[in-house]
């Protein structure tokens, strides 16, 4: 293989390997701002100025292709005064408006003005004067002065989101970006451009101004927007999720997510709608009770039936164990065969980039599992009838909400006995529940989503329910969560009394007298490795954080338990 | 009669020294903050003249807190010894000639004892008690070093105190007071005539009643208060009174062996009417006191406090042979002169 | 400064002490006339000076707050005291803050803000009175915090002048 020199070290190289690509790989920082490991090369930002020996003038490190033999020095006086100019340059006509920018705290700009900059400003005259507010599309706000005309955006648009819908126009300093006329930019992965814009100039509509990044806490989780699974992290402050951003996972979602997941996979977990504590219906009004109570009550209607009257829906939403231990608590518990779950497939929604048309970020997981969209003849769109004919009569719902899928639901449901619902959010089914418990969303819990490639991967949780402490449950922490006190605003959040599926539900089978004695997800976790081979022998540890990619030949067929 | 002339010389006397004290520690204050050029208190009542009465009251209504260690009967036992030797000493000092009321022959002393000055020494020796077993039954080791402290300067001091009085005996040859004071009628002072004595007593007498350069029984900046750390409300107030009342004695005492008592030169001589005399007497004997009680209160506000180690030096090594040179002074002003 | 000596040093007249003792009550005999300068509290007041950090303030400019609620005062903080929290608005500045709250219970007035704030809209004032009977009290709003800029015109003047040279 052929090798270059980089600040003394040689390297090898692929031929065709750019500069900077082999310096990156081999943990050498040359800094840069157009340059994108996954776009294409645009060469204007100059900032990754590198001297090669044997090259009259300093080179860009992201356009100049690896030689055999090539001597490239990225520290020498002559690359780190180059860089100085270029920094000076960019900076000629940058706003100082550092204090309102949102960008401020994770700014490239920022950044190397700061190591490699000269630390003071030469230039005296006016600045350029350019659209402050410029609305882009729906979700991008453009602030034409901060603008460093990097063209990242405009390349990710073409290349990666495939609508080509951003252009520079005029020239010089009077250089901007524009949509061309009567166009919006409003592609549904529009919001990268937030994430890969290397200054504040475009910014997230709907995150502008909540926070500042060193207030909140990043934790590393998965979207439950589709069957896709991009890797994220959600931010957090307060006890309150204010923005998800897609994490690297080459073999998931790159450095990408889509507008919908990021708009609308976390609003609900802090909506006004969240359920708060178990309810059970007491003259047809729900009303918030103890635990103790709600799990008694629902231990005493249960004993009412015979198993094949039962019918439980499982959840594409919930987390493999949730689904493990409702499927363990219908077979041994209940004694029912009657697990399906309900799909939510909206065909034709799905391109070749991220979006799924399965809206369910754990349908494979829940296939896995054993768990099918109908069984014996059961399914969403014949349970009416099962309903009607007085077959089934009592009926079990986790995180989902079947009225809403099929409204010939709500005509028969009052032909039940008793509908046992958990759910985070109130929906159409929590109207007609008799007993309702709260679950824990996808960022309040530990879990495993199984996403369509067959891919494990863990959620963590980002905000903590009642029963949990966000120090002692080993969650991440910003610095006010560090430091604050009972006396503190900050320190007082909104916190939800839920709990994940999989604990309610094995403290309802303890009271059967069932042995549901897991302490931890973990626990679910292993002991489903125990009774299939997909997950055999894994846990938490090995999932790490960009997932495990399971075995799915020789399983997806398999139906084991218990 | 015989009985109810005493009472009412006891109870004047006392309400007087109570009185006394209480505006003593006011004038503290005062002198305190002018010497350090602040005002003092002035918020309660005019000038902030009721400043003490309302820190007495205050300390009435303070929680009264006996360590749970503590032996408890010593604990409150030891406040009292203070104050009433404090007290008792109080007695047999004379503060003015005799007057005469509705034809009685009052003596301004509640008790003429002819030991008079034994018995202030005596008492004086008493006293210790109150620190050492305050120290002691408080169970707490800055009390007990602070009692330990007060005992063993007490009884370096006592004896330069005791050697420097064996001189003023000498010259009046009596050991009633009335008489010592008699024997200093017009010039004669004993501070004039043996001015060492006058000088160890003084320092002795600042030492005994734990005065500042020699409050090291209290010492708040190593012992925390010393022996009455663990005392609160009325038992503090107790050991606070004797302070005072200690320091009101030592200046009545210095008063009446050295400073010739309610003598003045030329006031004596003078013709006066009778029913005057007493009165100025009385007059001149308070204003010496107030003299000496404002000395002690400025030395304290000028003087910082010794090391345990030069108050042991200065007791023995300085204190000590300088009374005895008194004595000798003494011995052969008598031997020679035939005062 | 006098110059100590060693003991050994020390003339006769020092060492028998009395003599320096009388110096020494002379001294305090003098100041106990001297005419003192306490100041009665209550009824008078020091006028501080522009150097003096007093509780911190929001610096009010035409009727509105000079923050634009970028949150360094917030991070800069050592004691966590300030809690900010912004908005979006029509005016040129863009951003303001909607909440901006100083729990002066945790505030140990070191000034760090009023250095840190790029906008000089927050100084420390003269402000020292601060009494609260409860916790709620001590947690000041905007409504507390926004001062009009003439007040603080001298403080405003010495934070340019001193601090940022």
């Given at each position: 293989?052929?090798?270059?020199?980089?600040?003394?070290?040689?390297?090898?190289?692929?031929?065709?390997?750019?500069?900077?690509?082999?310096?990156?790989?081999?943990?050498?920082?040359?800094?840069?701002?157009?340059?994108?490991?996954?776009?294409?090369?645009?060469?204007?930002?100059?900032?990754?100025?590198?001297e090669v020996e044997k090259m009259p003038k300093l080179v860009i490190a992201c356009s100049t292709l690896a030689m055999e033999g090539m001597v490239v020095h990225t520290k020498s006086e002559r690359a780190i005064k180059g860089r100085e100019h270029v920094m000076e340059f960019l900076l000629i006509n940058h706003p100082l408006d550092c204090p309102i920018c949102d960008e401020a705290g994770e700014c490239m700009l920022q950044e190397y003005a700061y190591r490699h900059g000269t630390g003071y400003s030469r230039f005296i005259e006016e600045k350029n004067q350019k659209p402050k507010r410029v609305k882009l599309g729906p979700y991008v706000m453009f602030d034409a002065e901060r603008c460093i005309s990097c063209s990242r955006c405009i390349r990710f648009s073409k290349e990666i989101a495939k609508a080509d819908q951003l252009t520079f126009v005029q020239r010089g300093d009077r250089v901007t970006i524009e949509t061309f006329p009567g166009k919006q930019f409003d592609n549904p992965y529009s919001l990268n451009v937030v994430d890969i814009c290397p200054v504040g100039a475009l910014t997230n509509i709907d995150f502008r101004f909540k926070a500042r990044v060193w207030e909140m806490s990043?934790?590393?989780?998965?979207?439950?927007?589709?069957?896709?699974?991009?890797?994220?992290?959600?931010?957090?402050?307060?006890?309150?999720?204010?923005?998800?951003?897609?994490?690297?996972?080459?073999?998931?979602?790159?450095?990408?997510?889509?507008?919908?997941?990021?708009?609308?996979?976390?609003?609900?977990?802090?909506?006004?709608?969240?359920?708060?504590?178990?309810?059970?219906?007491?003259?047809?009004?729900?009303?918030?009770?103890?635990?103790?109570?709600?799990?008694?009550?629902?231990?005493?209607?249960?004993?009412?039936?015979?198993?094949?009257?039962?019918?439980?829906?499982?959840?594409?939403?919930?987390?493999?164990?949730?689904?493990?231990?409702?499927?363990?608590?219908?077979?041994?518990?209940?004694?029912?065969?009657?697990?399906?779950?309900?799909?939510?497939?909206?065909?034709?929604?799905?391109?070749?980039?991220?979006?799924?048309?399965?809206?369910?970020?754990?349908?494979?997981?829940?296939?896995?599992?054993?768990?099918?969209?109908?069984?014996?003849?059961?399914?969403?769109?014949?349970?009416?009838?099962?309903?009607?004919?007085?077959?089934?009569?009592?009926?079990?719902?986790?995180?989902?909400?079947?009225?809403?899928?099929?409204?010939?639901?709500?005509?028969?449901?009052?032909?039940?006995?008793?509908?046992?619902?958990?759910?985070?959010?109130?929906?159409?089914?929590?109207?007609?529940?008799?007993?309702?418990?709260?679950?824990?969303?996808?960022?309040?819990?530990?879990?495993?989503?199984?996403?369509?490639?067959?891919?494990?991967?863990?959620?963590?949780?980002?905000?903590?329910?009642?029963?949990?402490?966000?120090?002692?449950?080993?969650?991440?922490?910003?610095?006010?969560?560090?430091?604050?006190?009972?006396?503190?605003?900050?320190?007082?959040?909104?916190?939800?009394?839920?709990?994940?599926?999989?604990?309610?539900?094995?403290?309802?089978?303890?009271?059967?007298?069932?042995?549901?004695?897991?302490?931890?997800?973990?626990?679910?976790?292993?002991?489903?490795?125990?009774?299939?081979?997909?997950?055999?022998?894994?846990?938490?540890?090995?999932?790490?954080?960009?997932?495990?990619?399971?075995?799915?030949?020789?399983?997806?067929?398999?139906?084991?338990?218990? | 009669?015989?009985?109810?002339?005493?009472?009412?010389?006891?109870?004047?006397?006392?309400?007087?020294?109570?009185?006394?004290?209480?505006?003593?520690?006011?004038?503290?204050?005062?002198?305190?903050?002018?010497?350090?050029?602040?005002?003092?208190?002035?918020?309660?009542?005019?000038?902030?003249?009721?400043?003490?009465?309302?820190?007495?009251?205050?300390?009435?209504?303070?929680?009264?807190?006996?360590?749970?260690?503590?032996?408890?009967?010593?604990?409150?036992?030891?406040?009292?010894?203070?104050?009433?030797?404090?007290?008792?000493?109080?007695?047999?000092?004379?503060?003015?000639?005799?007057?005469?009321?509705?034809?009685?022959?009052?003596?301004?002393?509640?008790?003429?004892?002819?030991?008079?000055?034994?018995?202030?020494?005596?008492?004086?020796?008493?006293?210790?008690?109150?620190?050492?077993?305050?120290?002691?039954?408080?169970?707490?080791?800055?009390?007990?070093?602070?009692?330990?402290?007060?005992?063993?300067?007490?009884?370096?001091?006592?004896?330069?105190?005791?050697?420097?009085?064996?001189?003023?005996?000498?010259?009046?040859?009596?050991?009633?007071?009335?008489?010592?004071?008699?024997?200093?009628?017009?010039?004669?002072?004993?501070?004039?005539?043996?001015?060492?004595?006058?000088?160890?007593?003084?320092?002795?007498?600042?030492?005994?009643?734990?005065?500042?350069?020699?409050?090291?029984?209290?010492?708040?900046?190593?012992?925390?208060?010393?022996?009455?750390?663990?005392?609160?409300?009325?038992?503090?107030?107790?050991?606070?009174?004797?302070?005072?009342?200690?320091?009101?004695?030592?200046?009545?005492?210095?008063?009446?062996?050295?400073?010739?008592?309610?003598?003045?030169?030329?006031?004596?001589?003078?013709?006066?009417?009778?029913?005057?005399?007493?009165?100025?007497?009385?007059?001149?004997?308070?204003?010496?006191?107030?003299?000496?009680?404002?000395?002690?209160?400025?030395?304290?506000?000028?003087?910082?406090?010794?090391?345990?180690?030069?108050?042991?030096?200065?007791?023995?090594?300085?204190?000590?042979?300088?009374?005895?040179?008194?004595?000798?002074?003494?011995?052969?002003?008598?031997?020679?002169?035939?005062? | 400064?006098?110059?100590?000596?060693?003991?050994?040093?020390?003339?006769?007249?020092?060492?028998?002490?009395?003599?320096?003792?009388?110096?020494?009550?002379?001294?305090?005999?003098?100041?106990?006339?001297?005419?003192?300068?306490?100041?009665?509290?209550?009824?008078?007041?020091?006028?501080?000076?522009?150097?003096?950090?007093?509780?911190?303030?929001?610096?009010?400019?035409?009727?509105?707050?000079?923050?634009?609620?970028?949150?360094?005062?917030?991070?800069?903080?050592?004691?966590?005291?300030?809690?900010?929290?912004?908005?979006?608005?029509?005016?040129?500045?863009?951003?303001?803050?909607?909440?901006?709250?100083?729990?002066?219970?945790?505030?140990?007035?070191?000034?760090?803000?009023?250095?840190?704030?790029?906008?000089?809209?927050?100084?420390?004032?003269?402000?020292?009175?601060?009494?609260?009977?409860?916790?709620?009290?001590?947690?000041?709003?905007?409504?507390?915090?926004?001062?009009?800029?003439?007040?603080?015109?001298?403080?405003?003047?010495?934070?340019?002048?001193?601090?940022?040279?």
């Amino acid at each position: 293989m052929p090798k270059v020199t980089i600040d003394g070290i040689q390297y090898e190289f692929n031929p065709g390997e750019t500069i900077i690509q082999v310096a990156e790989r081999n943990g050498i920082h040359i800094p840069h701002y157009c340059w994108h490991p996954k776009l294409s090369v645009s060469g204007n930002c100059r900032m990754c100025l590198v001297e090669v020996e044997k090259m009259p003038k300093l080179v860009i490190a992201c356009s100049t292709l690896a030689m055999e033999g090539m001597v490239v020095h990225t520290k020498s006086e002559r690359a780190i005064k180059g860089r100085e100019h270029v920094m000076e340059f960019l900076l000629i006509n940058h706003p100082l408006d550092c204090p309102i920018c949102d960008e401020a705290g994770e700014c490239m700009l920022q950044e190397y003005a700061y190591r490699h900059g000269t630390g003071y400003s030469r230039f005296i005259e006016e600045k350029n004067q350019k659209p402050k507010r410029v609305k882009l599309g729906p979700y991008v706000m453009f602030d034409a002065e901060r603008c460093i005309s990097c063209s990242r955006c405009i390349r990710f648009s073409k290349e990666i989101a495939k609508a080509d819908q951003l252009t520079f126009v005029q020239r010089g300093d009077r250089v901007t970006i524009e949509t061309f006329p009567g166009k919006q930019f409003d592609n549904p992965y529009s919001l990268n451009v937030v994430d890969i814009c290397p200054v504040g100039a475009l910014t997230n509509i709907d995150f502008r101004f909540k926070a500042r990044v060193w207030e909140m806490s990043a934790t590393k989780s998965i979207c439950p927007g589709c069957a896709r699974g991009c890797n994220i992290d959600i931010w957090v402050r307060n006890n309150e999720i204010l923005r998800l951003t897609p994490r690297l996972n080459e073999s998931v979602n790159d450095y990408w997510m889509c507008d919908h997941g990021r708009i609308n996979c976390f609003k609900f977990v802090n909506a006004k709608d969240r359920v708060d504590g178990p309810h059970l219906r007491k003259d047809g009004e729900l009303i918030k009770v103890k635990w103790d109570e709600a799990v008694n009550y629902t231990i005493s209607e249960l004993k009412k039936f015979n198993p094949n009257e039962i019918a439980v829906i499982a959840s594409p939403f919930a987390t493999l164990e949730d689904n493990f231990v409702l499927l363990k608590f219908a077979k041994q518990v209940l004694r029912t065969k009657n697990i399906f779950y309900n799909p939510h497939i909206k065909p034709g929604d799905q391109d070749d980039i991220l979006i799924r048309e399965d809206k369910t970020p754990n349908s494979t997981g829940l296939k896995l599992l054993g768990i099918q969209t109908s069984e014996n003849g059961l399914s969403i769109e014949t349970l009416s009838e099962f309903i009607k004919t007085k077959v089934i009569k009592c009926l079990i719902v986790v995180e989902d909400d079947p009225i809403a899928s099929n409204s010939k639901l709500k005509d028969v449901l009052q032909n039940l006995d008793t509908v046992v619902v958990f759910a985070t959010n109130q929906n159409k089914t929590t109207e007609y529940t008799k007993i309702l418990y709260p679950a824990a969303t996808y960022a309040e819990k530990n879990g495993v989503f199984v996403n369509f490639q067959g891919i494990a991967q863990r959620l963590r949780p980002a905000i903590s329910t009642i029963e949990m402490e966000r120090t002692l449950d080993g969650m991440a922490l910003s610095r006010l969560d560090k430091f604050g006190t009972e006396f503190d605003k900050w320190a007082r959040p909104v916190k939800y009394d839920a709990m994940s599926t999989w604990k309610i539900l094995s403290q309802i089978a303890r009271g059967f007298g069932f042995k549901f004695d897991y302490m931890t997800s973990e626990d679910v976790f292993i002991e489903i490795g125990n009774n299939y081979r997909a997950f055999s022998g894994l846990n938490y540890e090995s999932l790490g954080d960009k997932g495990y990619k399971l075995n799915l030949t020789k399983v997806i067929e398999e139906k084991i338990l218990v | 009669m015989v009985v109810l002339i005493p009472l009412a010389k006891i109870a004047i006397a006392i309400s007087i020294l109570l009185f006394i004290v209480t505006y003593l520690v006011y004038f503290e204050r005062k002198i305190s903050a002018w010497i350090q050029d602040r005002i003092g208190p002035n918020r309660v009542g005019p000038y902030g003249l009721l400043q003490s009465p309302a820190d007495v009251l205050k300390l009435f209504f303070k929680e009264d807190i006996v360590p749970s260690a503590a032996t408890k009967f010593v604990h409150s036992l030891a406040p009292v010894i203070s104050l009433t030797v404090a007290m008792s000493t109080y007695a047999v000092i004379p503060f003015g000639p005799d007057i005469e009321i509705f034809g009685q022959k009052v003596r301004l002393i509640v008790a003429d004892v002819d030991v008079g000055i034994l018995f202030i020494l005596a008492f004086a020796s008493i006293g210790v008690y109150g620190l050492t077993l305050s120290g002691w039954a408080s169970n707490n080791k800055y009390s007990l070093l602070g009692g330990l402290r007060s005992s063993a300067q007490m009884i370096s001091y006592e004896l330069s105190m005791g050697i420097s009085v064996v001189g003023v005996l000498i010259l009046a040859g009596s050991l009633r007071i009335y008489d010592i004071i008699n024997s200093q009628q017009g010039w004669m002072w004993n501070a004039f005539i043996q001015p060492i004595g006058f000088i160890t007593f003084v320092v002795a007498a600042f030492a005994e009643t734990n005065r500042l350069p020699f409050d090291l029984p209290e010492a708040e900046p190593e012992l925390v208060g010393g022996y009455h750390t663990e005392y609160s409300s009325l038992k503090f107030a107790m050991f606070f009174l004797a302070e005072y009342a200690n320091m009101i004695i030592a200046s009545c005492l210095i008063t009446t062996l050295y400073l010739g008592g309610w003598h003045l030169p030329f006031i004596d001589s003078a013709t006066l009417s009778y029913g005057l005399m007493p009165l100025i007497s009385v007059m001149i004997f308070v204003a010496k006191v107030l003299f000496l009680l404002f000395f002690f209160i400025w030395v304290r506000w000028s003087i910082p406090r010794f090391r345990y180690d030069q108050l042991m030096n200065l007791g023995w090594k300085v204190m000590l042979p300088l009374s005895l040179l008194n004595l000798m002074w003494v011995a052969l002003l008598v031997y020679f002169f035939k005062i | 400064m006098a110059v100590k000596k060693r003991k050994k040093d020390l003339h006769f007249f020092e060492r028998i002490y009395l003599v320096e003792i009388i110096k020494g009550l002379l001294l305090t005999l003098k100041h106990l006339f001297k005419p003192k300068f306490t100041l009665q509290y209550p009824e008078e007041k020091i006028e501080q000076a522009p150097s003096y950090r007093g509780r911190p303030v929001l610096v009010m400019d035409n009727g509105k707050e000079r923050c634009v609620a970028c949150g360094l005062c917030s991070r800069v903080c050592p004691a966590l005291a300030i809690q900010v929290q912004a908005s979006e608005t029509e005016d040129e500045k863009e951003r303001y803050p909607v909440l901006f709250e100083i729990n002066m219970l945790r505030c140990i007035f070191c000034g760090f803000c009023e250095e840190v704030c790029p906008e000089e809209a927050i100084v420390m004032s003269k402000d020292y009175e601060l009494v609260f009977t409860r916790y709620d009290d001590a947690i000041f709003g905007k409504d507390k915090l926004l001062v009009p800029v003439e007040k603080l015109k001298d403080r405003l003047e010495f934070v340019r002048t001193q601090m940022r040279k």
